[in-house]
């Protein structure tokens, strides 16, 4: 298989199986602050914060926490997946992009402090 026609091989494989969708949060243990996100790509999401708690890069985190890791470190983030949404192939991405601020306004909601969340 010549290297053109594995390329487009794997596109189309791409194109049939798109990433997971869905919210993450991204907690702080020690101070219990909550950055919550969503993200076309989940395991994308999931690389880029392994990524920034890996090389204590905070720059690949949202400033939100800046104080949090400066004063306590990177040690004490972790990232959970919220809730997933499964990608249909040749789904629109305008929609899916409207589904996941709704679902991410949601999250928010539910875990803004002195909601028991």
Request: proline share 3%; charged share 30%; glycine share 12%.
């Amino acid at each position: 298989m010549t290297d053109r026609a594995q390329r487009r091989q794997l596109r189309d494989e791409a194109r049939r199986h798109p990433p997971d969708a869905g919210v993450y949060a991204v907690r702080h243990r020690a101070t219990g602050r909550v950055l919550v996100a969503a993200a076309v790509n989940l395991a994308g999401a999931r690389n880029r914060f392994e990524f920034a708690v890996s090389t204590n890069t905070l720059g690949a985190l949202d400033g939100q926490l800046g104080g949090d890791i400066r004063t306590h470190g990177v040690e004490g983030l972790e990232f959970e997946v919220l809730e997933t949404v499964h990608v249909e192939p040749g789904a629109s991405e305008a929609d899916l992009r409207a589904e996941l601020k709704i679902l991410e306004a949601m999250w928010r909601e539910q875990l803004a402090p002195g909601r028991g969340g």
